[in-house]
């Protein structure tokens, strides 16, 4: 990030034009500034002052002043590559989608806001600065670029040493020496043609260092300086669907992190500076030598490893091991799970893989039959994470006991564990739930934060007696997410508890009020103020939420919701309705206007907003099951039951299946009643519903 000046500006901004989907912006000069004349808040097309250049290569964009403190990024890019490559143009981020000024993704909304999104990782100690009564931003930080600091911690002692260097201060006044490396050296094996560390990293400062702008996650709390935990400042994101493949390969824009921490490299020690030197920002070592640190070249840098011919894109060893995936139009970022290639898992999975992805006219199967000629049939046919953690995001045969053994298997990442607790929480049983309790204890925050979540929908009393150690846990993001659990289920701990739950529930709510500009924040203010029983202060929390986003249909949702508790329908079908108006097509706001409906006693009118919401998300379970039971109770029990069954066959969803095996039952189709539980057995078999509805029968 810098000042917009002539020497940093790569832009064009000699009257060029970009136009897209019916707005055509221009980029000038005036007065020694630069401008853009595009679309603004309200669509119309205004001048706008750039104040600060955004990255260098490949890309740059642009960083406009709104009012109230924001600073925005402008759509509309420049591609700094080379001509010859592509470049020098400017160019639309979000291409494939049609996008104006009343869009999430305009360039003037809360999603390209620099003080929320961008700031914390591109410039150094920020304080966002926001005020919640002004709805304003004073953002602010110690440099505008990132700095030693953001890496090392305050530098105040480091200036002193290097004034007069004296030989007794080895940490050459660093707050934080990033030094896991020092002394230790890399012994590749001859048999295997692997390193082994001669020292067990016992240390996560580097890699927590990086991590703070290398992850996606969402900031807990401001202020983090290197040396401290990143999970009491951060919460990462695990492995979920949208984010990452079914195998942990990168999928939306997850940096580097998370795909690291599946690696075998990170569990034999690596860290990011053993193979990039963090200050010149560039490799240890070029091309394949960086691996050959580590990895024998004899062995691995060779046709009888790889089977292309030398210096070609197959010879590369990040072509194979770490695909590279393009995001924001032209920025192409790799993989660092530095994965073993397997089309045959990616075509069962549908994920890609490395081979076709160069091949492109090809598929998985051609690249599975040619790594099975040239490293044998039974080559990396072993059983891989990303299969159960399929089987659990889609309801598949055998899900519940490949996610338990995921969750048992302490040779697995911790990610990889964490994920699959937080799918186990579909697939109730005491299997289960023996299994979450003891995920409470790991010793790994990922895993312990989503035994937690796991936990959400036990029973008070459960979660309470399972809960209460975790509220004194060292890091903060498993605190503060046992003591919002606990309130919400309204599920005081013990006493011994009591001082903990207060003191974590207080960093919860602080964590909350360090993010008031976003909706969501407000959002879990409200549900926690509901819990509480504070109605009045939920109410304000849920109209500061729509304030800050008219479009965020959970607000709606649990507004509506709290004006139901208060026997307030009519102003909860209104405020739907209301929102209904400026998003037609949000599945939510048609259900829960639905159910409205239904206590009002319009079953006819709940039926249209059920088949609504069905109809605007057909692949989620949950419409389906809502649409299929609203049907059945018009007298349209074949329609339920198809409902019901073309959910099933996209994806398993144990409502669906139950309900599918009730409806059947009372048409008195028990062959296919039977059929539908057996389909539940498959998919978990420790299910209670299974006993329940047997003893029922």
């Given at each position: ?39 603004g ?20 964009q ?13 759509a ?56 919640a009564?002004s ?113 942990g ?50 062995k ?37 799970s ?9 075509a ?11 091949h ?158 976003t ?30 986003d ?6 709606y949702v ?101 309900a ?38």
């Amino acid at each position: 990030m810098q000042h917009a000046t002539a020497d940093t500006v790569l832009g064009n901004f000699n009257e060029a034009r970009h136009a897209f989907q019916g707005v055509t912006s221009t980029f000038f000069k005036r007065d020694g500034k630069f401008f853009a004349r595009t679309d603004g808040p309200d669509g119309r097309l205004a001048d706008f002052e750039i104040r600060y250049t955004f990255g260098v290569a490949p890309l740059q964009q642009y960083l406009v002043e709104l009012p109230g403190g924001r600073l925005q990024a402008l759509a509309v890019g420049w591609d700094t590559r080379p001509k010859e490559a592509g470049g020098q143009r400017w160019f639309r981020q979000y291409p494939d989608e049609k996008i104006d000024h009343r869009d999430e993704l305009h360039w003037t909304r809360r999603s390209q806001n620099w003080n929320f999104m961008c700031a914390d990782c591109h410039s150094t100690d920020v304080r966002k600065g926001y005020e919640a009564a002004s709805d304003s931003f004073s953002t602010r930080y110690a440099e505008v670029a990132v700095g030693c600091e953001a890496c090392h911690g305050p530098g105040s002692a480091h200036v002193d040493w290097a004034k007069t260097k004296p030989a007794s201060e080895s940490s050459k006044g660093l707050t934080v020496a990033l030094d896991e490396r020092h002394g230790v050296g890399w012994q590749i094996d001859a048999v295997t043609g692997n390193a082994r560390r001669s020292a067990e990293r016992r240390s996560s400062r580097e890699l927590d260092v990086c991590a703070q702008c290398h992850a996606r996650r969402a900031q807990i709390d401001e202020g983090y300086r290197a040396g401290q935990p990143f999970m009491d400042h951060y919460l990462p994101a695990k492995l979920t669907a949208g984010l990452y493949h079914a195998d942990g390969q990168q999928r939306d824009e997850v940096f580097t992190w998370g795909s690291f921490l599946q690696s075998r490299m990170h569990a034999a020690g690596v860290t990011c500076s053993d193979c990039h030197e963090p200050h010149a920002q560039a490799l240890r070592a070029p091309g394949n030598a960086v691996c050959s640190q580590c990895h024998a070249a004899t062995k691995y840098d060779g046709k009888q490893h790889h089977f292309h011919a030398p210096d070609t894109p197959g010879a590369r060893c990040v072509d194979c091991h770490m695909p590279a995936t393009t995001y924001m139009v032209v920025d192409p970022r790799r993989d660092h799970s530095f994965r073993v290639p397997r089309p045959d898992l990616a075509a069962r999975l549908g994920a890609p893989d490395a081979c076709s992805g160069c091949h492109a006219e090809k598929k998985a199967p051609w690249a599975a039959e040619a790594v099975a000629r040239w490293y044998g049939p039974q080559r990396r046919q072993d059983a891989h994470y990303g299969e159960a953690l399929d089987a659990g995001r889609h309801g598949k045969p055998g899900a519940a006991v490949a996610l338990l053994g995921l969750v048992g298997d302490s040779r697995q990442p911790a990610i990889v564990r964490a994920t699959a607790i937080e799918l186990l929480a579909q697939y109730p049983g005491a299997r289960a739930d023996d299994a979450v309790r003891r995920a409470l204890a790991d010793a790994d925050p990922l895993v312990r934060h989503a035994a937690v979540l796991a936990l959400q929908s036990a029973p008070p009393q459960v979660a309470a007696a399972a809960l209460a150690p975790l509220l004194e846990d060292r890091l903060r993001t498993v605190r503060i997410e046992a003591a919002r659990v606990l309130a919400q289920a309204g599920a005081p701990p013990p006493a011994a508890a009591a001082a903990a739950f207060e003191r974590a529930l207080r960093e919860y709510e602080a964590t909350q009020r360090a993010n008031l500009s976003t909706p969501e924040a407000w959002l879990n203010l409200g549900n926690l103020y509901v819990a509480q029983r504070a109605d009045e202060r939920a109410e304000a929390a849920y109209r500061e939420a729509l304030r800050r986003d008219p479009q965020f249909v959970p607000a709606y949702v649990n507004l509506a919701d709290l004006y139901r508790l208060g026997q307030r329908d009519a102003e909860g079908e209104a405020l739907l309705r209301d929102g209904l108006r400026a998003m037609p097509a949000a599945s939510g706001l048609h259900e829960a206007l639905g159910l409205a409906l239904v206590r009002r006693g319009d079953k006819r009118a709940a039926l249209n907003e059920f088949a609504a919401a069905y109809r605007a998300s057909p692949a989620q379970p949950r419409f389906a099951y809502v649409y299929a039971l609203a049907l059945d109770d018009a007298g349209r029990r074949p329609e339920a039951l198809r409902i019901l069954a073309d959910s099933a066959r996209r994806g398993a969803s144990r409502d669906v299946l139950l309900a599918l095996a009730s409806l059947r039952a009372q048409a008195g189709d028990a062959a296919g009643a039977a059929a539908a539980l057996q389909m539940l057995a498959a998919i978990n078999a420790d299910d209670p519903a299974l006993a329940q509805y047997g003893a029922r029968r």
